[in-house]
């Protein structure tokens, strides 16, 4: 008698372990998805730089470097001028957007492929099993875009020092 009504319980608790863990990989898609959106909803309403100044413009209010490393220490750190790279990249500025952060353009191409991404994941339940296939590649991808970041920042001290 306590077997089955072991087997019972025990058949009842898989069905609502499954689905909150399918519940538990959809809110991190979402988040995924609100935080991509922010970020190209941000580069959009921010205003590209204008000639002869360093600040980002909210309408007409100038916003201030934002970097504690380089306010800090003056040099700076890996990520320094990706802000003012995207947005000229969202704007249409390319050549502006390679000069404010070499890889500038290369993270924007990454937030709107996480963005379709987890879109798609939140949109299409039947693509689901066939998206998550390419969402490795782009966790991967997350690690190589690290290392290159990196790579740059190394570059970015080699060419401060040798001037």
């Not at 007409?60 to 790279?85: E, H």
């Not at 991967?140 to 740059?152: E, K, V, Y």
């Amino acid at each position: 008698m306590r077997l089955s009504i072991t087997r019972s319980i025990n058949w009842h608790k898989e069905p609502c372990a499954s689905s909150s863990r399918v519940r538990g990989e959809l809110s991190s898609y979402l988040v995924i998805f609100i935080i991509c959106f922010c970020i190209l909803a941000g580069a959009l309403i921010l205003k590209p730089v204008e000639p002869g100044t360093s600040f980002i413009r909210l309408g007409r209010v100038p916003l201030p470097d934002m970097c504690i490393l380089r306010a800090t220490t003056g040099l700076p750190c890996p990520g320094c001028g990706l802000t003012r790279s995207i947005v000229a990249a969202v704007h249409g500025d390319i050549g502006k957007s390679l000069t404010y952060h070499r890889l500038g353009l290369l993270t924007l191409v990454y937030i709107l492929l996480q963005f379709a991404f987890s879109l798609g994941i939140l949109v299409i339940p039947k693509w689901r099993t066939r998206i998550v296939r390419y969402g490795k590649f782009l966790n991967q991808g997350i690690i190589i875009l690290g290392i290159l970041f990196m790579l740059n920042w190394i570059l970015t001290f080699f060419l401060i020092l040798t001037q």
